[in-house]
């Protein structure tokens, strides 16, 4: 029994000592979908601090609104983990359904959903009760998902059928459905809700839709010298706050695509790890992350001088990614 | 323009019927499944799976019999994956298996747009007329046999093919051959007509990619090998002079199976073993590739063969051509496929609109216009894993990578 004490506050202490350690701020955090670890990356030195196990193929993962938490999919695990971010210890899950992939928070801080990629299923949750409020029926392979920053509408994007479904937040209704170029991934909504971008990654675009009309505004299409066109496929995106740009990661073409949101040119194509896959910006937005699958990496790219300023050795295929400041 | 007009008149029609396809499902139980009904207007397209039994030659071990749901399986997840895109777009699709070319088989064939033919080579093409004299617009997909002439037939009907070539896969040999610097080759091949066929597209490969052949085999199938394999394959793989690797023609499992660590040189072994080169094998997963293979597996109990593909990616061209307007005889009409399907729409959609597929391979697939062949990449595998896909880097093409696999005439009639 004393010895069971005993051990308890050695572990208690080695866990204070640990959670001293890893405090420094701010953090990028990384899942490793081959590996079932979570990195964390010391933003200050672009070191790994600490490799965490987590759950079965984790990959999306975001952060809670005051980013005291984060929600993990833990896909083959069949569950949503919530990682308290202070001591580095799970500390419960969501009901997520079966095979959650991908996660987005609603801005309301407290709704959650969840693509359900092998039931071809949008489920809503509310976090504070745990509960499923709704299951949505979308097509196959959901992957990409979105909330417009006003919250009220949401996208999600099936690889499979090509299609990106709009949801109404409020009566969790498939308001319309919209053909893209083939196999569909990532979506955000511009800063002032008025676009929408998805990539399609076989079919190696970039649509934009007018959030109103739900009609297509442009087609970005790519085109890297010395790389064959089925090589460019896009996939992760993430939009500028305040300057006119937006970043298109192009998987196995290992670039980055840098794109002036006002002319849709393409500026630039920054080179990166093998298999390039999702993006986080730190809090300033003055420097991009990158998930490189193949290569077991991140690229840290100087979002001024559009520059690979380092390259961090995370675990095997990372996938998700998401920075903490606060 | 065109394009843009076009699409707009899809996502008006899409707007219009959507409201219809809004399922929630309030405070539903984790773990319970919810499975769509669609209330909306679907049209219906009928699908034929026309399996011809394939004879077991004697002495096929057991464990190497094809078993009795291939092709069919793939077939039926591509109709579910297919079915529930067609659900938001108003469409859905049937599929009827046939065993034989009977009465009952007449009546389904002469309503389906669409007829899947998995026959052994030696009925292919009584297979392909009996389906056309049904219904002489259907579109035809070969789903499961390799053999390069039946490319450069029947150029008048509406035939695709989504098995690859033999060509293509000893392309992707060829191409692993060079890579690997191995180049003096012995050839092997059993008694059926397929193997001499496999046989030929491998000869080519050779003259094309300026590999030597050793010596040229024939295994004659007369004693059941598996008691005595240790002191036969020796002997049957012995020649005058010496070889890097070993091309075993072998369609019928009956020897290739025994070459692996039995021959008189150990060398790799490719072909119908060892070293295989598949249109699909079940350790692929890089472009969700996994996800299909698992909702394969929970369904069937098994894993996924490259026949099953060829049929998987059959259904998905039907479905992708079905969501789509058909620029070539409808310019001026901007509906969509599924409301008027005719197998020769669907032919035209796919090989002359070059329509593209996207089915786990990590590019676009089309049909090539001259041999209505499907352009994809091979895999290369042996029992355990994938060790790559080709075409390998370095083998350039001046229009399309994969079409250093295969045969990628322009012209249908002429001899191969």
């Known amino acids: 029994m004393r010895t069971r004490f005993l051990v308890t506050g050695i572990s208690l202490l080695s866990l204070w000592v640990t959670s001293l350690s890893v405090s420094a701020m701010p953090r990028a955090y990384v899942t490793n979908e081959k590996d079932n670890t979570l990195s964390v990356i010391d933003m200050n030195t672009f070191e790994v601090t600490d490799t965490l196990d987590i759950g079965e193929r984790p990959r999306g993962f975001i952060l809670s609104a005051d980013q005291s938490h984060a929600y993990i999919c833990a896909s083959d695990s069949d569950r949503i983990q919530i990682i308290d971010l202070d001591t580095h210890t799970i500390v419960g899950d969501l009901p997520s359904g079966e095979d959650p992939e991908t996660i987005a928070l609603h801005p309301n801080g407290t709704t959650i959903y969840t693509a359900n990629e092998d039931d071809a299923l949008l489920t809503v949750i509310d976090i504070p009760s745990s509960q499923v409020i709704a299951q949505i029926d979308v097509g196959v392979e959901p992957e990409g998902l979105a909330v417009s920053h006003d919250g009220r509408m949401m996208v999600v994007t099936s690889e499979t059928t090509n299609m990106v479904h709009w949801i109404d937040t409020n009566t969790h209704e498939n308001i319309a459905n919209s053909l893209v170029d083939a196999r569909p991934r990532d979506a955000h909504f511009t800063a002032d809700d008025k676009h929408l971008w998805v990539s399609s990654e076989i079919g190696g675009t970039v649509t934009i839709f007018d959030t109103q009309t739900k009609q297509k505004a442009h087609t970005l299409s790519f085109d890297v010298k010395g790389v064959y066109r089925d090589k460019i496929q896009p996939v992760g995106i993430l939009l500028m706050r305040d300057s006119p740009y937006a970043f298109v990661a192009l998987g196995p073409a290992n670039r980055v695509a840098v794109v002036n949101t006002n002319t849709f040119e393409i500026e630039k194509y920054i080179v990166v790890g093998r298999r390039v896959w999702q993006l986080a910006f730190n809090q300033d937005q003055s420097l991009l992350l990158t998930t490189n699958g193949v290569s077991g990496d991140v690229s840290v790219i100087n979002t001024e001088t559009l520059n690979v300023e380092k390259t961090v050795k995370v675990g095997r295929y990372p996938w998700g990614i998401a920075v903490k400041w606060k | ?416």
Request: net charge positive; aromatic share 8%; with cysteine.
């Open chain 2, 1 to 416: 323009m065109k394009k843009a007009k076009v699409w707009i008149g899809i996502s008006t029609l899409l707007l219009s019927v959507s409201a219809l396809h809004a399922h929630v499902h309030a405070q539903i139980q984790s773990g319970s499944k919810y499975k769509g009904q669609a209330e909306a207007q679907q049209n219906t397209t009928n699908m034929v799976y026309l399996k011809l039994k394939r004879p077991t030659p004697a002495g096929t071990p057991s464990y190497l019999i094809s078993p009795t749901d291939e092709g069919i399986a793939g077939a039926e997840i591509g109709i579910e994956d297919a079915n529930i895109t067609g659900k938001f777009l108003g469409y859905s699709l049937t599929l009827a298996h046939i065993n034989a070319l009977d009465s009952a088989a007449t009546d389904a064939i002469t309503h389906a747009p669409v007829v899947l033919i998995d026959s052994p080579d030696a009925q292919y093409q009584e297979a392909v007329r009996s389906v056309v004299s049904i219904n002489p617009s259907a579109l035809v997909v070969n789903v499961a046999s390799g053999k390069d002439t039946f490319r450069r037939m029947h150029c008048e009907l509406n035939v695709l093919h989504t098995y690859p070539s033999y060509q293509m896969k000893t392309d992707a040999l060829g191409q692993w051959l060079r890579t690997k610097r191995l180049s003096s080759v012995l050839t092997l091949r059993g008694a059926h007509e397929s193997d001499e066929a496999y046989l030929d597209a491998f000869l080519r490969t050779a003259k094309k990619f300026k590999l030597n052949i050793v010596e040229k085999k024939t295994w004659q199938a007369s004693f059941d090998l598996r008691r005595s394999a240790f002191s036969e394959i020796p002997l049957f793989t012995r020649t005058k002079k010496p070889y890097d690797a070993i091309f075993a023609a072998d369609t019928q499992s009956q020897y290739a199976y025994s070459l692996p660590f039995n021959t008189h040189l150990i060398v790799p072994i490719m072909g119908s073993a060892g070293l295989k080169p598949l249109g699909w094998h079940f350790t692929h997963e890089q472009w969700g590739a996994r996800q299909l293979q698992n909702r394969f597996k929970d369904k069937f109990s098994r894993t996924m063969n490259e026949v099953d593909f060829a049929a998987y990616a059959a259904i998905i061209a039907i479905s992708t051509a079905l969501q789509r307007s058909d620029s070539s005889d409808f310019k001026n009409n901007d509906s969509q496929m599924h409301e008027s399907v005719t197998g020769t729409r669907l032919f035209n959609a796919l090989v002359e609109g070059q329509l593209s597929i996207a089915a786990y391979k990590g590019r676009q697939l089309t049909f090539r216009k001259g041999t209505r062949q499907l352009r994809q990449p091979m895999a290369l595998a042996h029992e355990e894993a994938l060790v790559t896909h080709a075409p390998l880097s370095g083998f350039l093409h001046q229009l399309d990578e994969l079409d250093t696999l295969g045969d990628a005439t322009t012209t249908c009639k002429d001899a191969l």
